[in-house]
């Protein structure tokens, strides 16, 4: 839990205090002195004995009793003014603004731990160090700007750079957005972004918390801790929006020497916010943007009435939204009609909805009362409105407020004449408290993704029945490293997945009474080898004894065998189950087409364990070659119900035994009754 000293401090102590405002340690006090804090505010400068109309100390020691400390001092004296302001004079929240703490060294990162270490002893919170600070409607602890105007229904905004959290305030402000909170975590030497979820959840108040978060992060430390908490608060009401930079190598490379971040799989992050519902931006624009369409009421379908009088930006919001599954239905009939005689000649009701350059604020309400009343396909609208600067446009922007007051279908503002009607724009904002999107095709991209992204997935899902207590036997009984196919098959059948009739085999003869047995054509590869196709290692159609002895003899002469792998040939389409064990986000499960569409084309998806059939099966409509799943050309389709259940299984195997580090089932084959394992390898690592 944070300390209450931190959120809601009753006295304040600057440490590093300064006149000048154009340093750290003047801008924190300026903005503090500036901000709603009612508290008690000190000051520490040894140079002076008065900051800005503050009584200022020359040591913590002189110091009375102070709940929160914001240091503005060089990282060296940082640990021992901690030490005092901690353990003598009962502090428990601290902002540490200072940098030359971990991101730079050795001796940084050692300053950094004796810090967390004392402020854990005493129970405290600890913000930073190396960032911008923290601000919410109690006070500002923090020296950038802009310090927004805080609004308690505003966005919470959490942020691993406080460069960052400048540039995103800058573009949200100038829009409309409001905050409610900023945090800015620096080096998260105590509190991670992690950990401000779980305070913003476990503090959830229906009534008075904010329902929009905002994150950018570097680095994610604890992923299971984030699922959980924004899980947890999207399914309260919450909405949340991310960036998580650093997905490349070189982006990687940069976030490292930015704040010590570590690098994180892309596809890990991309699973993690899928299975929590958290929206994923790669950028500031879109960051802010799909958080003020947060900020209106929720979008409940796909279908968008685009109200303009500009043709060519209705046209590209129109491309946007139809081609990231959204559409502009066309609209007709009498009521079309009706609308279409209250409009100037050449005016188009069609969808978009266009009603000229020299449209009216009146033709604008009853565009908006038809779509809104008469028109039952549209979910939402939006409204592009500006002026080539020959009049001004307050009436529209008022007829457009008192709308969106009244309807209960959501309404977008696209206000793009960000100069020529820069001061009705501004009234907008300011006045009637709204925010604009200047620009439809950032809007509708931002748009098409909060509607793309699914609801969190269930905590505790439904899955199969297993048998956990042979899994756990065999898992126990193996060494690590790839085990043997006799094991794989026993894993596989305890999981319940299909699995072709295998034999091993180290001698000819059992070759030949296994061919006897089964018949024909049969499957021969060689045991032992990793990559067993690289090495000639594989015989498929093998249709006489004559065959099966021959290629015997091959098989076992190959450099590292010691078997071979016997089994009847089987049909279908190539499709592909896998799982890989990462040390901070647990398992996750891949799938999708098999073969030449998984090593040329890489058309997979993938999700954090557990996996249950319906997330299996919703993942693989995402595939690009999912119609071929479906059958085309005359080729027989897979079973998708059962297919799913094989993912959901594999990842139940993986939950049962997570010393699988790594685990392949490439391919299984699909046809319109089985899905059926073909070739496996299963590595454990205990």
Known sequence: MIARELLDPKSIVVVGASADIHKP????????????????????????TEVQGVKCVAKVEDLPQVDCAILAIAAKYCPSTVDVLALQKGTKGFIIISAGFGEENAEGAAYERHIADTINSVGGSLIGPNCTGFLNTNYCGAFDAPIPTLDPHGVDFITGSGATAVFIKEYGISNGLTFNSVWAVGNSAQLGIEDVLEHLDETFDPEKSSRVIMLYMEKIGDPQKM????????????????IKSGGSAAGSRAASSHTGALATSDVAVDALFRKAGIVRCQNRQELTTVCAIFMHPEVKGKNMAVIT???????????????????????????????????FNGSSVGNPIDFLATGTAEQLGYIIDACENDFDDIDCMCVIFGSPGLFQNYEVYKVL????????????????????????????IRNKHRI??????????????????????????????????????????CENGYIDPDKIYQLLDAAGIAQKQIRVVDKKQQAVDFANEVGYPLVMKVVGPVHKSDVGGVTLNVRDIETVQKEFDRLMAIKDTYAVEMYPMLDGTEVYIGAIRDAKFGHQV?????????????????????????????????????????????????????????????????????????????????????????????????
Do not use: W
């Not at 947890?232 to 991310?242: F, R, V």
């Not at 309807?407 to 820069?422: A, D, E």
């Open 309 to 343: 009088h500009a043709g060519g930006p209705a046209v590209m919001l129109t491309d946007v939204l139809s081609n990231n599954g959204m559409d502009v239905p066309h609209i007709e009939g009498p009521k079309a009609q009706e609308l279409l005689g209250k409009l």
């Open 590 to 686: 891949f799938f999708g087409l098999g073969g030449i569409f998984i090593e040329v084309l890489k058309d997979v998806q993938s999700a954090l364990a557990p996996v249950n059939v319906n997330e299996a099966k919703e993942l693989l409509t995402k595939l690009r070659g999912y119609k071929i799943l479906q059958g085309v050309r005359g080729q027989q389709p897979v079973n998708i119900d059962v297919y799913a259940e094989q993912i959901a299984r594999v990842s139940a195997l993986v939950m049962a035994a997570p010393e699988i580090a790594e685990m392949d089932l490439n391919p299984l084959l699909g046809n319109p009754k089985n899905v059926v394992a073909v070739d496996a390898r299963i590595r454990i690592e205990k």
């Open 25 to 48: 340690g003047g801008k924190v006090l300026s903005n503090l002195l500036a901000s709603p804090f009612k508290g008690t505010v000190y000051a520490v400068n040894p140079k002076e």
């Open 436 to 477: 604009n999107f200047p620009e439809e095709c950032v809007f509708g991209n931002a748009l098409c993704k909060v509607y793309n992204t699914p609801k969190p997935q269930p905590e505790n899902p439904e899955m199969p029945e297993i048998d956990v207590k042979r899994i756990r036997e065999v898992v126990d009984s």
């Open 401 to 428: 407020d008192e709308k969106m007051k009244t309807c209960k279908k959501p309404i977008f503002p696209i206000l793009p004449s960000i100069i020529n009607v820069k001061d009705e724009i501004d009234d907008f």
């Open 227 to 242: 699922l959980k908490h924004s899980r947890s608060l999207i399914n309260k009401g919450c909405k949340i929006a991310a």
